[in-house]
DNA sequence: AATGAATGAGAATTCATTCAT
DNA sequence: GATGAATGAATTCTCATTCAT
């Protein structure tokens, strides 16, 4: 079986990692406003003053945790769009890697879905950042799709911000529990690959 | 001249909505650890007792005043679900209508996909049944569609998902802004009807 | 029976006065580092965070309440060096007033004496300030009594500081209970204007 | 080159002199309250563990440099009072001692006049005993002079607390650096001996 | 109804002190 | 002896909420 490479997040022996993952899993739970510094302190099994040794503030243990999270997160779907196989299977691979995270680390979700905590201005540049990266990235593999005739001829960067926005199914999770991963994953990818409608078309909207 | 029906959110004289107003606009800006009952009634321009005649207390605001915010957009898309023309048109509609409330309440996104305040249970549960409501009412337009045989045979209640998640790329707002909302809408909807592939394919994944 | 200037410190209605008042007893009594902003709460009858409401911090507190404290106190003894009389009267009149002040305010040495609390910049450049121009007003009334022939032809400026130092024979008070007040003035003013020799003498120094 | 007695201040090498010396910085820059263990051991260039190997605690450390620094500076002028000469010259001595001392080390005046730390009531007794025995030194040397005719005939206890006051000039050494040293000391001396009146005058005041 | 000064429960933060290395 | 990472008791400070006006 092989290590999944998000799956220990902060797992390190290290008295920071385990703060980190203290925090996790209490933002996850309770929320940003709802979380005590003491709560991160006996999740991570740390003196409440120590966390002051490696963080700012509560802010900075929030901002830090979100950081590494989505860095690691974005960092294996990096992984598997520069991997092997043509853009399509590329692309595909990402959207299955993703799945899978979120299936595993169901606290994610309620950090990107819920309670991104204080809109701290810094947290908020370095996420657009993050993003705008991506999709960059998502854009340049499409591109190549093109030019190799394996995708249609569409606006490469609104359709990076597409799948990207496809990325954003984590959403749901919570939604819709009664649907199977395997079945949605399959339609999403079908869909992906030929649209909903049965007929071609792309007459004016409106 | 047509009067939107989310655009003038909390335009009302009462007090009630120049404090959801101020709320909002607070919420969105600070996060809702950030914002202090005293910042909403400068917003608001009311004193700060004010607040407690027509809430319970903070959390309360905070409640009121994403329900309603969610259910007059959600609202407002349901009513173009079940307008008139075919489902697709009406799909179509439903996502054109979405992008024209984002591009007039840029804060919007910040409650949809991020901030959704303190882990409330209450509000929790809502939006939860506010979005199956929703995505089962896109699954039916999308059963019709099959039916008729505009749209392909697909899991209807994965396709409704799979919709509901585009209409998350409201989040892309801030990412970027350099690609216009009418390029960004054409190439959407196209990929919606035919996908992004050029050859149609359902090749089992993996 | 006059009404002492300084005698009702802070007596004024404002919860301002009273936090004031209530830091200037607790400061007093505990000293700076031993002062709870609790403790001052309870001395001045207020919430804990009412003080907030007033002041900054709790070093905000300790430095208005010794710049008003000192204000007072010079304002008061100015007030006698510009008043009636010869240069030599006004200059024991300030005396007078001052061993007054200090007998009826015992705290305020240990203020002077004792802990002068953090060592705020801001404090300590206001209080050199402060002296600096009540030496100069000492200053120019030893001018003028040099001028009127009262006093000796010294150099005023260190003339002015000699009468200041003795000014802080205020410490002394803790030390020797055993002297009583009136003698204590009777044999100082005797010394300023004698001097301790019984011949008129200057010859060199070592 | 003479060794001055009290100009090495915690000049051994040993951690205990290192720690006092730095304790003397931090506590005269910072005051009581805003000085850190830390920066105490940082100055000192120990480790902060070390401080507890050689002080009971943070109190211990301010108490026993205070104490150190009082007992060297009142030992040594206590040398000159004992000394050769008249009871005058002798007199004149320990002022000149005085100002040297307070010449080489301008912080000290801080511990002097103002921030004697916590209201150790210990350290409070301990040093009101030290300046209780140096006014008895003093008394004793003035009723000499008084006897041998070379003072006037005043209240010797009075006079020595007159005396003390004057070595509080060592607080003016920050608000007047204008005026040299040679200068100052030479005027204070001459009004010392002369007093600041032209003609004799011991009309009782008020 | 409307207000905002006042409050104090509750959380964040500090820092003297300990103790394993 | 020396150290400094770790700790938590003790304090500062915040801010939702109340209530007299």
């Not at 190799?148 to 990076?160: C, D, I, P």
């Not at 954003?168 to 690959?193: C, H, S, Y």
Request: charged residues 30%.
């Amino acid at each position: 079986m092989d290590h999944h490479p998000t799956s220990g997040l902060w797992s390190g022996p290290s008295k920071r990692d385990a703060i980190l993952a203290g925090a996790y899993r209490a933002f996850a739970r309770y929320g940003y406003a709802n979380t005590k510094i003491e709560t991160i302190a006996e999740l991570a099994g740390v003196g409440k003053g120590t966390i002051y040794l490696y963080f700012e503030n509560k802010e900075d243990v929030f901002r830090q945790m979100v950081k590494e999270l989505i860095e690691r997160h974005l960092d294996a779907l990096r992984g598997r769009l520069s991997g092997d196989g043509s853009p399509g299977a590329r692309l595909l691979a990402v959207f299955e890697l993703h799945m899978a995270i979120l299936k595993r680390h169901p606290y994610s979700f309620s950090l990107h879905g819920r309670d991104v905590g204080p809109a701290d201005e810094d947290l908020r540049n370095w996420l657009r950042e993050q993003k705008r990266r991506f999709i960059r990235d998502l854009e340049r593999t499409i591109e190549e799709g093109i030019r190799t005739g394996e995708f249609r001829r569409v606006n490469a960067r609104s359709a990076a911000l597409w799948v990207f926005a496809l990325l954003g199914i984590a959403f749901l999770e919570e939604v819709l529990q009664d649907v199977g991963w395997e079945d949605r994953l399959k339609t999403f990818i079908d869909l992906m690959r030929n649209g909903l409608w049965s007929q071609p078309n792309d007459t004016a909207l409106v």
